[in-house]
């Protein structure tokens, strides 16, 4: 199953299809990295002695977790962890290529439509891991040519505060966060910051037309800047319900807080974000054994173990049910790139930020 | 900063004594070479990063002209809207600011009020958070919802509703008047400082209660220091980045810094350039009226020397300035911090005060998982910390040039001193990373980049607080120097820099306060390598990871109270609020 092709447009079984191309045994066995190739990249990748890596894909302490994983198992190869809204990844990236002073190395953003528009404009670097094999089949070939690839998935749902919002008021559908009943207590991100929220934007104006959004603002949301900012506002009891990352959810809910996940009939949006490597980038060896990293069984675990989602069939979510049992949605890339620019800038026109 | 106004020394360029002329011929004044490089120097960290701002603007991709990027940055109503937000807000905050700090500085400086001192100190405390810092701590006191006060609302009254909301142009205000009314405080404090008693007992005499008396007489004559301090705050209040970022975007109110984000995230640096430059002529015209005001009346009083100063009695009334006092430092110190500092050590901050919400987990997330943390903060004190000197250094000598003529049109030296005062420092990061990030400098990422923009944004503040030190040494004491046969490097040395060690001490602090808060640059200039610890609140905050923020802000504000400190006690007394 070609991740461009084949996905249907409104539905993505992405455990179905997983099953179906039989992950359980052989793909692993087929094309990871060997242990000699991983020798030979990490000795390489010594020399260069850093990478630095923007990531907008995890939140700030999974970022880190990450950063020290990576440093435990290639001891010698340090990571900077920059961590921040894929907006601001781009933009940083934007600017220093512009200044002919290229700081990152490898990109992890969570707005597919961003390394799509770098490798248009030829500022990529050609790389495919070998790890890339060990993912789950529909996953893979996000980007045929191979200029970036898929390290990580998210799901988009209604996240509440358990405490505050009775179990028959738990929003069913997408378009229940726009009932009056929610007026002054939704939260949201913001399309300008968080590659996450432009995503979901992206599938509501789709499903439902630019209303939803003209019926959102009667609701008076709560608009923060990035996707997690959401949680912060129903863990603190300022909002009840949000358009919410199911992962951090979940893991409020197992610390005891009362946050819990709803995921919705009208569909589960499931992001599929990239990492790519910049062209000419400093560290080109960092960049390549990092990105083998972040294709590694190693890198879902350390996610599942966050309760977030896996890119690898063998390992399984810690919290929620598996994207099999879901109706999901996920966005076609080029789509994305397209609609990205005019939905942002009618966000700013209905809410004025 | 002590000086009450901008730009304020034609009284002093008048007294210029006509050096001997055989002096001059003697021999070559080498100095002259140390003179001209410094005032190199100036030129080049000043006027070359607003030049590339400019060219930003006008440049076409192939480099030819175009006026399209201002007509697109005020195409939309949306830009304009924000334009005039900010207007608002700065004209909110600076009114504000006012009314806390003038009282304030009255009843610290002319009355009995008591507790003088802990007021002084609560003042240099709301000026050492930064202003982010407490955008933060009152999300947590005044979110509509969840807020404590709407909390304890709701509980008192039953309502179903809070009543503050701090996502408004209210909240924007009151957090940054609460923050910058620093500024009015010190003007106004030093401006009272210099009236004398006499006129005051002129008008008891005459029958006037000390009410009437500070009205009518008192009030009128720190007028130019009030507006001086009106000015800089309306500047300081525009030019914020990250309560903007904070507070207006749930607001929904946009202003020109959060449009300005808006023009670099869609990688649109000559918009945000067009977009920025014709509010270089509001500050710019803001400065020439207030100078115009200045020049217009004569306020000889404040100024001169002599008049004996004595404390107004205030009877019963100093425990209501007291208590007002108190308000003041409970709204901009006290409750703020309360709740940052719950917020650093609970596992949810909603959650309130409960011996099962307590962890100790932030602090050691920060300390000792998060591997950029401490590198921040380190580097935030050594970036804030060098940029101080070098101001410092470079401000002395170009005042040094200006008051004693050293070099032809000193008054633009001065000027280019003051200039990016009236940049918003968003704005001017963009000259910076044009002029210094590309070859040949190629300081992108580098500690230099960010130092030397520091060094530039608060060159202003180095420079008024360099011509204040100088004024108050008289060409005198160095011509002694050179009657006896000394050369001017010998009088700077043995003279002129053993005078001034004090003042220029509370001056580094005054740099470096900001300096090490100064996000709205350093956010533009901020790679992996030399990101800042404000830089880094800032992404936390992106978050929505109060906790953790909160114990960041409080390891930035732990290490400035103790360098502050030590400031305290090298200089002996308050710096801040003496004429030097």
């Known amino acids: 199953m070609k991740f461009t092709r084949k996905i249907t447009r409104r539905q993505f079984g992405l455990g179905a299809a997983a099953t179906s191309a039989g992950i359980v045994l052989p793909s692993a066995a087929r094309a990871d990295l060997s242990a000699d190739a991983e020798k030979a990249l990490y000795e390489a990748a010594k020399a ?222 499931v992001v599929v974000a990239p990492s790519c490597i910049l062209k000419g980038a400093k560290k080109p060896n960092a960049a390549k054994l990092f990105m083998e990293f972040m294709s590694s069984p190693a890198a879902s675990q350390i996610a599942v173990d966050a309760f977030g989602e896996s890119i690898h069939a063998a390992i399984k979510p810690k919290a929620g049910l598996p994207l099999d049992q879901l109706k999901t949605i996920i966005a076609k890339p080029p789509l994305l790139l397209k609609a990205q620019p005019e939905l942002k800038e009618k966000w700013r026109e209905t809410f004025g930020v | 900063m002590t000086d009450t106004t901008i730009g304020q020394d034609r009284g002093q360029a008048s007294i210029q004594v006509p050096r001997p002329a055989a002096e001059q011929s003697r021999t070559f004044d080498w100095t002259l070479l140390v003179w001209l490089l410094f005032a190199a120097i100036l030129v080049l960290i000043v006027v070359n990063p607003i030049l590339r701002l400019v060219w930003e603007s006008v440049a076409t991709e192939d480099g030819g002209l175009t006026l399209d990027n201002y007509v697109k940055a005020y195409s939309r109503t949306r830009y304009w809207q924000a334009l005039i937000n900010t207007v608002v807000m700065g004209l909110g905050t600076a009114a504000l600011a006012a009314v806390l700090a003038v009282p304030l500085a009255w009843a610290c400086v002319r009355t009995d009020m008591p507790g003088r001192g802990f007021v002084r100190l609560s003042v240099l405390a709301a000026f050492i958070i930064p202003p982010y810092l407490s955008a933060v701590g009152w999300v947590l006191l005044a979110g509509p919802n969840s807020g404590w006060l709407n909390k304890v609302w709701m509980a008192l009254t039953g309502a179903p509703h809070g009543i503050f909301n701090i996502y408004s142009l209210a909240g924007l205000i009151t957090i940054m008047g609460l923050h910058l009314f620093f500024f009015i405080f010190v003007f106004t404090s030093s401006a009272l400082e210099l009236v004398s008693s006499e006129m005051e007992d002129a008008a008891n005499v005459l029958g006037a209660g000390p009410v009437k008396t500070a009205f009518k007489i008192t009030l009128p004559l720190i007028t130019p220091a009030i507006i001086g301090g009106l000015i800089i705050i309306f500047l300081q209040s525009i030019a914020l980045f990250g309560v903007p970022a904070i507070i207006a975007i749930p607001a929904r109110y946009p202003v020109v810094t959060t449009q300005l984000t808006e023009f670099f995230s869609n990688n649109r640096v000559d918009l945000a350039a067009a977009y920025a430059l014709p509010l270089l002529l509001i500050t710019m015209s803001l400065l020439g009226l207030q100078r115009w005001m200045l020049a217009r009346k004569g306020f000889t009083v404040v100024g001169g020397k002599g008049g004996e100063r004595r404390l107004v009695k205030l009877g019963a009334w100093r425990w209501v300035m007291f208590g007002y006092a108190l308000l003041v430092s409970v709204l901009a110190v006290f409750m703020p911090l309360t709740v940052l500092i719950q917020a650093a050590f609970s596992k949810a901050w909603g959650r309130g005060f409960a011996f099962d919400n307590l962890t100790l987990s932030h602090v050691n997330f920060i300390l000792f998982e998060h591997q950029g943390a401490v590198p921040a903060l380190v580097r935030s004190i050594l970036y804030a910390g060098t940029a101080a000197f070098a101001a410092l250094a470079l401000a002395l000598v170009i005042a040094y040039i200006v008051k004693r003529n050293l070099l032809k049109g000193g008054q633009v030296l001065a000027f280019l001193c003051m200039a990016p005062f009236v940049i918003p420092g968003i704005i001017l990061a963009i000259g910076f990373y044009a002029a210094y990030a590309p070859p040949p400098l190629a300081l992108a990422g580098t500690a230099l980049i960010i130092i030397v923009a520091f060094t530039t944004r608060l060159l202003p503040i180095a420079y008024q607080n360099s011509v204040a030190g100088l004024s108050s040494i008289h060409v005198e004491m160095e011509e002694a120097v050179r009657i006896l046969g000394g050369g001017r490097w010998l009088a700077v040395r043995r003279v002129v820099a053993p005078l001034l060690k004090r003042s220029l001490v509370g001056a580094w602090i005054l740099i470096f306060v900001p300096a090490c808060q100064e996000l709205s640059t350093a956010i533009f200039l901020s790679g992996p390598k030399n990101r800042v610890l404000s830089v880094l609140i800032f992404d936390f905050s992106e978050e929505g990871k109060f906790e953790q923020l909160a114990v960041l802000g409080g390891l930035l504000l732990i290490i400035t109270v103790i360098i502050v400190a030590i400031g305290f006690r090298i200089v002996g007394r308050d710096f801040m609020l003496r004429r030097q």
């Open chain 1, 48 to 269: 260069d002695s850093e990478v630095t890596w923007y990531d907008a894909h995890h939140h700030v302490e999974l970022a880190e977790l990450y950063g020290k994983a990576f440093n435990t198992k290639y001891p010698g190869v340090k990571v900077n962890v920059v961590r921040t809204t894929a907006n601001i990844a781009y933009q940083r990236v934007a600017q220093e290529i512009k200044a002919g002073s290229l700081q990152c190395d490898v990109l992890s953003s969570t707005d597919i439509s961003h390394s799509m528009d770098l490798k248009t404009k030829g500022l990529l670097e050609k790389f495919t891991p070998a790890n890339a094999a060990t993912v789950i089949p529909a996953l893979q070939n996000a980007d045929p040519d191979g200029f970036f690839h898929v390290t990580s998935t998210g799901t988009i749902a209604v996240t509440y505060n358990s405490g505050k919002v009775k179990p028959v008021d738990v929003p069913k559908k997408w378009t229940d966060l726009v009932d009056p009943k929610w007026k002054d207590q939704v939260s949201v991100g913001h399309p300008g910051f968080s590659g996450y929220v432009s995503i979901w934007v992206y599938e509501m104006d789709r499903l439902y037309g630019w209303q939803y959004f003209e019926k959102l603002k009667a609701n008076n949301p709560q608009i923060g800047r990035s996707i997690q900012d959401t949680l912060t506002m129903l863990r603190s009891g300022e909002r009840m319900v949000a358009a919410g990352s199911t992962s951090t959810a979940f893991e409020s809910k197992v610390k005891g807080e009362p946050i819990d996940v709803a995921y919705q009939e009208d569909g589960t949006i």
